[in-house]
């Protein structure tokens, strides 16, 4: 059983593009992360959240606690954004169940 | 910027030997993970470390897995008897406070090959 889904699993964008990636969770939480997986296999923490919403730069994370449910979306694109992005939730007693990720391609 | 740092960077080693991944967290960080990837396939959970003891701890991590403090700079992943599933790459991370309330920094990852 997944913990975690994630939507899509690949995604292929123009620059410039408004993207949106989905996190769906069935365990209770107290926080949500989203990670950024580069290329290389190096991973960035981008969010925690707990509730409502986070922006930074060109990033927004929202979350729904009722709905159990996240969204990260990326504002005007960029081919640097190309990464690999994960979903993870961080539930009782302090484990972590990660999605399986959503591949992000963004085409000059 | 302070980081997250692992060493080594690869390990080949063979089924059955011991092997320890070592972490050196953020200095000011209290709170210390490890997790693993298998290639191609999601990010897993397995310990989570605070005040000198497990926290939490996953499926995966069972008697052949260890995790030490040993003094206040590293933090170490030890692996008893390597099986060939155990290959992948495994993660470090450190928090300043309660996750719940702060975010993680991860380290660059040691990738364990186990012949």
């Known amino acids: 059983k997944n913990e975690v889904e994630q939507s899509p699993q690949n995604l292929t964008a123009q620059e410039g593009e408004f993207i949106t990636i989905n996190c769906s969770y069935s365990?209770?939480?107290?926080?949500l992360h989203w990670l950024q997986q580069h290329p290389g296999g190096g991973i960035v923490s981008l969010f925690m959240?707990?509730?409502g919403k986070k922006k930074h730069g060109r990033l927004i994370a929202t979350i729904n606690i009722q709905e159990k449910h996240s969204s990260l979306h990326i504002t005007a694109s960029h081919p640097r954004d190309s990464a690999v992005y994960i979903c993870?939730?961080?539930?009782?007693?302090?484990?972590?169940?990660f999605g399986t990720g959503t591949s992000l391609t963004v085409i000059p | 910027e302070p980081e997250v740092t692992q060493t080594p960077s690869h390990q080949v080693t063979q089924m059955g030997q011991e092997v320890i991944l070592r972490c050196v967290p953020i200095?000011?960080?209290?709170?210390f993970y490890w997790y693993r990837q298998i290639l191609g396939q999601k990010v897993e959970f397995l310990v989570s470390?605070?005040?000198?003891?497990?926290?939490?701890k996953s499926e995966i991590f069972d008697d052949q897995f260890s995790v030490e403090r040993p003094d206040g700079s590293n933090f170490t992943l030890k692996i008893r008897s390597t099986k060939l599933e155990d290959s992948a790459m495994y993660f470090c991370?450190?928090?300043?406070?309660?996750?719940?309330?702060?975010?993680?920094?991860f380290g660059p990852g040691t990738r364990l090959t186990v012949l």
């Open positions: 470390f605070y005040n000198n003891e497990i926290s939490e």
């Open positions: 993870a939730a961080d539930g009782a007693g302090n484990q972590f169940y």
């Open positions: 991370a450190s928090s300043s406070t309660d996750p719940q309330l702060g975010t993680q920094y």
């Open positions: 200095s000011n960080h209290l709170y």
């Open positions: 959240l707990s509730s």
């Open positions: 365990v209770g939480i107290s926080a």
